[in-house]
């Protein structure tokens, strides 16, 4: 059992969470920022951290599991199998069970664990990831949440059809960021590149940035290796990457979750974690806003999310007009940043996820929210950084 600690000295406590991770499991890019809010989690809270790990027969036995998952009859025997991970059994108890999962599939790898069902006081799921369509489609996994106390969805649009299916409190809890690690204040750094974009994108929009870039109109940054085969040897420094890419980044290209896959989202237009991100680094998010009511909620300012178009004249446009205001921009790259300060780190959620289990938050919590909020009210007070020249300005 590995245990999730912060680094400075804290009363020695017994932990009071147990928190199941994947990340001895899955080491796609993707998965990094869950792994990201478990770190936080750690550093915050009195929590043993359980990495589960491949073991032996792990190929062929998570196969056979995920496979018998779909199989109607079938499906009630997974529960109780281990899908070839490295068995752990629970030596104490816990007054909370946290797994954070990507989605249902993830459900099946809690069958490694024992004890969990029987030695937390509550259980909480926490899934990134599921669209309304998906329901019919996944009912045997969502069949596995019916052990848990709570569900928190990252999507809202999908919290209402999950509870009526499976009969718990579903509740809408945002994706979030580690602020701190993507702020760029107290000491704004130059934003030395004109343009970045990581993950799913409009290629009709990346087609004409790569012509600008190509032109020497623009420092662009963007995926080169499909999704699937990004798989970083150390999630810490993939998230010490991207945020150090993001905060000296002018604008940040962000489109609702799964923007190019029509046959997922089945038309549910859902915020995803680039916006967080890309709010946390202060950077001008450009691409398209979510329908979706969540988002006004949480994005309640002008240009949370200015849209880029697609063809070469609208974005070719777009991006010279914000260079022309640069006092506009500086306001903007402000206003993103104090938000993502006030509103949208990891400690936030896992409030709010202690919040539904009956627990109070522990010191280290208390005091990080503190810390995020001085960061915000330093900034509100500080004149506004002058704006940088990049590239495309020479």
Known sequence: MESSRASSPRPARPPRVCLASLRGVNRLAGWCSNYEFEDVIGRIEDADLLALEPGRGYGPRQWIVKRMIWRPGLHRAVPHLNPGLKPITLDQDYDLFAFICMNPSDLVYLGGV?????RCRKKICFI???YSGWLVEYAHHLELLKDFDHVCLCFSGSVAG??????????HVPLGADVLRFTPYPRPPVRSIDVYSMGRRSEEAHRVLLDMAARGEAFYIYDTIPGLLIQPRDHHQHRDLVANLAKRSRFFVAYPAKVDCADETRGQSEVGARFF???????????????????ARDFPWRDAVV???????EVVDLLASWRKQPERAAALHHTNAVAALR???WAYRWKEMLRLAGLAPMPELLAREQHLQQLAAAAEAAPLPVPSRTTSDV
């Open 307 to 313: 849209n880029l178009g697609t063809t070469a004249e």
């Open 114 to 118: 024992s004890g969990w069902k029987q």
């Open 128 to 130: 990134v990831e599921f």
């Open 277 to 295: 991100e890309g709010a946390a680094s202060g950077a001008i998010m450009v691409g398209q806003a979510p329908t979706i009511e969540a988002f």
């Open 343 to 345: 509103h949208f780190d």
């Open 162 to 171: 999950v509870e009526k299916a499976i009969g718990r409190p579903c509740h």
